[in-house]
């Protein structure tokens, strides 16, 4: 060979290994960039999570993580700790705790509401990733099957944002069993964020599983509808065989079933020092609630609130097992809903065009809601809070539909501005309802078992301008009945078992039969609960001392008295009691169907839903599940209770929901010292 070949052929290899070099780094840099949440240094903002269920705003609400610390478990405590990774002098270094991972394993069972029954976890833990997770189901009922694959796929996405992995190719969930997303597809996202895990498994070795196996067994009930039959029991067992963690739900219902299913999500968590997921190797679980009716009440007629804020609230309200949501809908401020029957209730009524809800809105968020264990009980406020969107019966030669409308001095004719409350002796009035009634059951389903016919603080005043040789009374009376009558030909020739309405001075009067008519109370007059339950009548406590969120913010007028103070702290609802307060014998127990908070909207719009929800609601969560024994004083919370709800409201942020602060942050890193 000449010595011009020699160079040249010497020339060709350096450019191709040059061109190795070059590809190679590019491979590594890109390998880098796909996985930096991985495997770099993290600094406090590269824990930031992806927007959830309507937080348009691009915030970022992660629980940072915290290289500074480590965490000892000492007396059931974790003791925080300065962290210094060369402490050993071994050149091997110290392993750092973190601060989750002692929580979950130091002192009782770290799962928000309690289990009631039995709880046992082992002290060994398990690290996975998302990829790991597979679904075995086991049941003969079509219908709970598909719904059990929505609800799974729901919880998938929730694991994947716990572990802060991206979201944004998953961010539209499927509402019903009809539009399932497979697990292909969740599969197809995880490739495309976890490129480094699957080219070269550094995720899998990193692990100590191969598989994580969720089995849910449904054999007993096939009804995916709501009733206060249901049964919402479950168990859950975890067995480790090799490589292979076993994860066993069984129920007897898709509501047990679905329960079991945001208790496993409460067993597992992120550790921000290995990047992993982590759950116990064995586990047992046995669980039931203590309160058929758990509920949350939101307020959509002061302020209008999104349909994606109503479904993040609902998210909520799964993952603390709560299982009604009171969607107060329409009050005299506004009607939001668009009837499909008369829409100028919402062309009179609604406060924009924007601010309305459609029936396919209303479908959506009821839909949604059932994948969450969640029922949608809609309620049209009447007699009283009819306002404008009433005002358009003259027009159509319907009558006067409602009376008193925009009346002043409103204070002697309402609550509130803007007065109105809807013509007792007008057949149309009642005509409308029925359609109403019969339009909210097609969109939330037939119902058997509830509905909410309003009734609450009719003006007698307003109704004597116009019936003053009436019995003001009993024309109230003549309407609740009147309605029901209605509401029966709207749901098919069937009266649902409850009919619930407000408590008021009326409700005593004893014209509604017990046997249908369920009070929810919300006076924290005591002497009115005992005679309401001595005069036959199934309750629900909603009282305003404990469980009325939108209390103390002040007055939101100049005069009269628009504020309900004080503050109803997580302690203050957590700690309420009323059957134990009333010293009930076991008759009266079982005509109490549970509790239901409410958020009334005069001051809160969606901006502060999020922080006045959460996490106070989840302390009545625990009550209507758990209702814990309480021996201390009524004013004082255990300590052990302070440290689950502050790490249920950690599991809140960690989902993007703009929970309330509990404490200063050091004294959730240093639990009971502050208390």
């Known amino acids: 060979m000449e010595p011009d070949d020699n160079k040249m052929s010497l020339a060709v290899c350096l450019r191709r290994f040059l061109l190795v070099l070059v590809s190679g780094a590019i491979f590594i840099l890109t390998v880098l960039y796909w996985n930096q949440g ?55 270094g110290q392993k750092r705790i973190s601060f989750i991972s002692c929580s979950m394993t ?46 799974f796929d729901w919880f998938v996405k929730d694991l994947r944002q716990i572990q802060r992995l991206d979201i944004s190719n998953s961010a539209s969930m499927p509402a019903s069993g009809e539009s399932v997303i497979r697990r292909s597809q969740l599969d197809g996202e995880n ?104 509920g949350l009440m939101l307020d959509t007629s002061r302020h209008f609130f999104s349909v994606e804020s109503i479904k993040r609230t ?24 668009i009837s499909r029957y008369y829409p100028e209730m919402a062309e009179y009524g609604a406060y924009s065009e924007s601010e309305t809800y459609t029936e396919q809105d209303v479908r959506e968020i009821t839909e949604f809601a059932k994948i969450y264990g969640v029922q949608v009980i809609p309620e049209i406020d009447a007699p009283a809070h009819a306002g404008n969107g009433w005002d358009w019966g003259p027009k159509r030669g319907l009558g006067e539909l409602a009376l008193c409308i925009n009346q002043q001095p409103w204070s002697f004719y309402c609550g509130e501005p803007p007065c109105g409350q809807l013509n007792p002796k007008n057949n149309h009035t009642y005509l409308i309802l029925q359609r109403l009634y019969e339009e909210l059951l097609q969109l939330t389903g037939p119902t058997t078992d509830f509905f909410h016919l309003g009734g609450d603080e009719v003006n007698l005043d307003c109704w004597a301008q116009y019936f003053n040789d009436t019995d003001l009374r009993g024309l109230w009376c003549d309407f609740m009945l009147q309605t029901m009558a209605r509401l029966k030909l709207a749901n098919g020739g069937q009266v649902p078992k409850y009919l619930a309405v407000w408590s008021s001075a009326l409700t005593n009067t004893k014209c509604l039969p017990n046997s249908q008519f369920t009070v929810q109370v919300w006076s924290g007059t005591w002497q009115e609960n005992h005679n309401l339950l001595d005069n036959g009548y199934n309750v629900i406590f909603s009282h305003v ?46 005509q109490i169907l549970g509790g239901e908070a409410c958020m009334w909207t005069e001051q809160v719009d969606e901006h502060q839903l999020d922080n006045r929800l959460w ?54 890193q240093n639990p009971g010292e502050c208390i």
Request: aromatic share 12%; net charge positive.
């Open 38 to 92: 991985v495997i770099k240094t993290q600094a406090y903002n590269d824990a930031l999570e992806k927007p959830r269920h309507g937080h348009k705003d691009g915030a970022a609400f992660a629980i940072p993580i915290e290289k500074t610390w480590t965490y000892k478990c000492e007396n059931d405590r974790c003791i925080r700790l300065p962290f210094n990774p060369n402490a050993n002098g071994n050149g091997k």
């Open 106 to 151: 130091c002192g009782d069972i770290n799962i928000w509401p309690h289990p009631t029954i039995k709880s046992l976890l082992s002290s060994h833990t398990l690290r996975f990733t998302t990829d790991d997770v597979q679904l075995n189901l086991d049941t003969p009922h079509r219908e709970v099957h598909k719904l059990l694959q929505v609800a």
């Open 191 to 294: 490739q495309r964020s976890s490129i480094f895990g699957y080219t070269f498994s550094l995720e899998k070795q990193a692990g100590d599983v191969d598989s994580l196996e969720i089995k849910i067994s449904v054999q007993k009930s096939g009804d995916i509808n709501f009733n206060m039959d249901n049964d919402e029991s479950y168990q859950l067992k975890t067995t480790l065989e090799k490589r292979r963690l076993l994860v066993h739900i069984t129920a007897h219902s898709y509501f047990g079933a679905r329960h079991g299913l945001s208790t496993l999500q409460q067993i597992i968590w992120y550790d921000d020092e290995d990047h992993l997921l982590h759950t116990y190797a064995k586990s047992v679980i046995s669980d039931a609630p203590k309160f058929r009716y758990r």
């Open 314 to 337: 609902i998210s909520a309200m799964g993952l603390a097992k709560l299982n009604r949501f009171h969607w107060h809908l329409t009050d005299a401020q506004s009607f939001p809903y």
């Open 545 to 590: 001392d404990a469980w009325y969120l939108d209390c103390g913010f002040g007055s939101w007028r100049a005069t009269g008295d628009a504020a309900c103070s004080p503050y109803r702290t997580w302690q203050n609802i957590y700690k309420h009691r009323p059957w134990e307060r009333m010293r009930l014998d076991k008759k009266r127990r079982k």
């Open 615 to 668: 996490p106070r609601t989840g302390g009545l969560a625990e009550r209507l599940w758990s209702d814990p024994n309480d021996d201390h004083d009524f004013d004082i919370v255990p300590p052990e209770v302070f440290r689950r709800i502050s790490i249920f409201r950690n599991r809140l942020v960690e989902l993007g929901i703009k929970a309330e602060a509990l404490f200063p942050k050091y004294c959730a």
